[in-house]
């Protein structure tokens, strides 16, 4: 694709807009200063300003969501994660991938790939979800092997998982499901109470710990293409 197209597509400009802007600079092909409107351009990651760019399409994005913000589109009433946006990217038709708890912090996926986040979020393909959650008593060893080996939070009963802890009131928990306050609930099941949570790593990425609460970026390259091939 013509680079002049591509940053026409991506940014919503006119050709000759985008002509304009790449002739000022701040555009790069996989770190490569890229000034040519002309230039084509086939898979590199295209940055703006350090920021990435693509085409309307298919659009993913890590954001460190903070508490006291839904996990929606629209709330009439309560911001939700889309309004952390800028406004260029209410064309994409954007969504999170599942949800996490108002109070809850941490790696939120938003995507416009309906079919990525059906495989993403379907039970039979058992997607890790990492956890931290600051714990309102000690977790003793006989309660770890109790939550490993599965809890009823209501009716329903959790698939094994993994619990580490690095404090005495700190655990890292990865599950599989995603069932509603289910990490909460799962500590509640062993007479214990999540005081603060926060997701850490999804489907096999890990959060950006240079990302803020509120803060965002676009998949890399590499990034994008793990979740996708795990997915497949």
Same mark, same amino acid.
């Given at each position: 694709? !013509?680079? &002049? %197209?591509?940053?026409?597509?991506? *940014?919503? +400009? /006119?050709?000759?807009? @985008?002509?304009e802007l790449?002739?000022?600079?701040?555009f790069?092909?996989?770190?490569?200063?890229?000034?040519?409107?002309?230039?084509?351009?086939?898979?590199?990651?295209?940055?703006?300003?350090?920021?990435v760019?693509?085409?309307?399409?298919m659009?993913?994005i890590m954001?460190n969501?903070?508490?006291g913000?839904?996990s929606a589109?629209e709330?009439?009433?309560?911001?939700t994660?889309?309004?952390?946006?800028p406004?260029?990217y209410?064309r994409?038709?954007?969504?999170?991938?599942g !949800?996490? &708890? %108002?109070?809850?912090e941490?790696? *939120?996926? +938003? /995507?416009n790939?309906? @079919?990525?986040?059906?495989?993403v979020?379907s039970?039979?393909?058992?997607?890790?979800k990492?956890y931290?959650?600051?714990?309102?008593?000690?977790?003793?060893?006989?309660?770890?092997?109790?939550l490993?080996k599965?809890?009823?939070?209501g009716?329903?009963?959790?698939r094994?998982?993994?619990?580490?802890m690095t404090?005495?009131?700190?655990?890292?928990i990865?599950?599989?499901?995603g069932k509603?306050h289910?990490?909460?609930?799962?500590?509640?099941a062993?007479d214990?109470?999540v005081?603060?949570?926060?997701?850490?790593?999804?489907?096999? *990425?890990? +959060?950006?710990g240079?990302l @803020?609460?509120?803060?965002?970026?676009?998949?890399?390259?590499?990034?994008?293409?793990?979740i996708?091939?795990t997915m497949?």
């Amino acid at each position: 694709m !013509r680079f &002049d %197209k591509y940053v026409s597509d991506a *940014l919503g +400009l /006119t050709r000759s807009e @985008a002509r304009e802007l790449i002739k000022r600079g701040g555009f790069t092909a996989d770190g490569r200063l890229l000034t040519a409107p002309a230039a084509h351009v086939d898979g590199e990651e295209i940055r703006y300003n350090g920021e990435v760019i693509s085409p309307v399409g298919m659009v993913y994005i890590m954001m460190n969501k903070p508490a006291g913000v839904l996990s929606a589109t629209e709330d009439k009433n309560q911001k939700t994660v889309l309004d952390l946006l800028p406004e260029r990217y209410g064309r994409y038709g954007l969504f999170p991938v599942g !949800r996490l &708890d %108002k109070d809850t912090e941490g790696f *939120l996926l +938003l /995507t416009n790939d309906g @079919a990525l986040a059906h495989r993403v979020l379907s039970p039979k393909n058992k997607v890790g979800k990492t956890y931290i959650a600051r714990l309102s008593r000690e977790l003793v060893p006989e309660k770890i092997y109790i939550l490993e080996k599965g809890v009823d939070i209501g009716g329903y009963v959790t698939r094994p998982c993994k619990v580490e802890m690095t404090d005495p009131k700190t655990a890292k928990i990865t599950v599989i499901e995603g069932k509603f306050h289910q990490v909460k609930k799962m500590f509640l099941a062993v007479d214990n109470h999540v005081e603060a949570l926060k997701r850490v790593s999804f489907a096999g *990425l890990e +959060l950006d710990g240079a990302l @803020a609460p509120g803060e965002y970026r676009e998949l890399c390259t590499k990034e994008r293409e793990k979740i996708l091939h795990t997915m497949q």
